[in-house]
């Protein structure tokens, strides 16, 4: 269960900090931000921040236990 509200809790943070430096126009070095369409939606995502987000959030919620 710790796992999928990690999952959650990490796409959140991506997402808001994507939008935040990807708005700008930056790519975010390291971060690799790009513009991924979902649809007829385009959205701001970085798969190497997802990944870490996920990380953190999972390490955060087993430490509450």
Not at 10 to 20: H, R
Not at 29 to 35: C, E, P
Request: a neutral charge.
């Amino acid at each position: 269960m710790d796992a999928i509200k990690a999952i959650g809790l990490g796409g959140l943070l991506s997402g808001i900090i994507s939008l935040i430096i990807g708005s700008q126009g930056s790519s975010g070095g390291q971060l690799a931000i790009h513009l991924m369409h979902a649809g007829e939606y385009a959205i701001h995502w970085s798969w190497p921040l997802f990944l870490g987000g996920t990380g953190l959030s999972y390490g955060l919620l087993v430490m509450q236990r």
